[in-house]
């Protein structure tokens, strides 16, 4: 081979390794989720919203959640209703803040004949979620489910959610605004009195196939069957066709 072919060929080696080396970086940057040029920081991963569905959804069996309790659940709405919707929650979850408007939709259109209990599943990467719902325990203990849905309606109304969007230092405060005892309710908080409770109930949401927030279940509380309705965060549209088909069932 003359020099001239073999400088030629040296060269092609050149670019072709020079070629394989780049696709590498580029191939490197995606499987990692780097973007270029940015100084090494991880892209991020984009939110997406629980799609509205295209139909209702069809309630199933749900047997193992736990029964209600007039001691433990803290209802809203008629204590004479024919039906519960009992709803899993977390204070900082922002398809419940969502939820929860959709609550007093149902509250206001069903009046006697539905009444509401939440339960508490606060996420783990939600930071806040814990004590949030301790210290919706202590407001509660001091004023009853009064306080308690007072109480619950001013976090959703002021949280921004996704983790620590109601700082804790407000919950004091927040506690004082609704007419309980600041300092009393503080004492409670501190002291972590409900926080086994609050672990029980996301344990039992657990046993009962609960992975992610708000979950829901519709209670007959005449026959005591209790049926799932899936979706999250659903329009209020497809909580009525549920509804309405477990009325006309009775």
Same mark, same amino acid.
């Given at each position: 081979?003359n020099? %001239?072919?073999?400088?030629?060929?040296?060269k092609?080696?050149?670019?072709f390794?020079?070629?394989l080396? @780049?696709?590498?970086?580029?191939?490197?940057?995606t499987l990692a989720?780097i973007?270029p040029?940015?100084?090494? &920081?991880?892209?991020?991963?984009?939110?997406?919203?629980? =799609?509205? =569905?295209?139909?209702?959804p069809t309630p199933?069996?749900?047997?193992?959640?736990?029964a %209600? $309790?007039?001691k433990? $659940?803290?209802?809203t709405?008629?204590?004479?209703?024919?039906l519960?919707?009992v709803?899993?929650t977390d204070?900082?979850? =922002?398809f419940?803040k969502?939820?929860h408007a959709?609550?007093?939709?149902i509250l +206001?259109?069903y009046?006697?004949t539905v009444?509401?209990?939440?339960?508490?599943? =606060?996420?783990s990467f939600?930071?806040n979620?814990?004590k949030?719902?301790?210290a919706a325990?202590?407001?509660?203990d001091?004023g009853? $489910? +009064?306080a308690?849905w007072?109480?619950?309606?001013?976090i959703f109304?002021?949280?921004t +959610?996704?983790?620590?969007g109601f700082?804790?230092?407000q @919950?004091?405060p927040?506690?004082? +605004?609704i007419g309980?005892?600041q300092?009393k309710f503080?004492?409670? @908080?501190?002291?972590?009195t409900f926080?086994? &409770?609050? &672990?029980?109930e996301?344990d039992?949401g657990?046993?009962a196939g609960v992975s992610?927030t708000?979950?829901?279940?519709?209670?007959?509380?005449?026959? &005591?069957?209790?049926?799932?309705i899936?979706?999250?965060?659903i329009?209020f549209?497809?909580?009525?066709?549920?509804?309405?088909?477990?009325?006309?069932a009775k």
């Amino acid at each position: 081979m003359n020099s %001239l072919s073999s400088g030629s060929a040296t060269k092609s080696n050149i670019w072709f390794s020079v070629s394989l080396g @780049l696709i590498g970086i580029i191939v490197g940057y995606t499987l990692a989720g780097i973007v270029p040029g940015s100084g090494g &920081k991880v892209a991020p991963t984009p939110i997406v919203a629980n =799609p509205t =569905p295209t139909a209702a959804p069809t309630p199933a069996p749900a047997a193992n959640i736990p029964a %209600l $309790d007039a001691k433990a $659940d803290h209802y809203t709405g008629s204590p004479n209703a024919k039906l519960t919707l009992v709803t899993y929650t977390d204070f900082e979850c =922002p398809f419940c803040k969502r939820h929860h408007a959709t609550i007093q939709q149902i509250l +206001s259109t069903y009046k006697d004949t539905v009444n509401v209990v939440y339960r508490y599943f =606060p996420l783990s990467f939600h930071q806040n979620g814990q004590k949030e719902a301790e210290a919706a325990e202590c407001a509660a203990d001091q004023g009853g $489910d +009064s306080a308690f849905w007072k109480f619950a309606d001013g976090i959703f109304a002021k949280t921004t +959610s996704n983790g620590t969007g109601f700082a804790l230092d407000q @919950l004091g405060p927040l506690a004082k +605004s609704i007419g309980l005892d600041q300092a009393k309710f503080q004492t409670c @908080l501190d002291s972590g009195t409900f926080a086994q &409770k609050v &672990k029980s109930e996301e344990d039992a949401g657990s046993n009962a196939g609960v992975s992610g927030t708000p979950a829901n279940f519709l209670v007959d509380n005449t026959t &005591k069957k209790i049926q799932e309705i899936p979706g999250g965060a659903i329009p209020f549209s497809s909580f009525k066709t549920a509804i309405d088909a477990a009325l006309a069932a009775k």
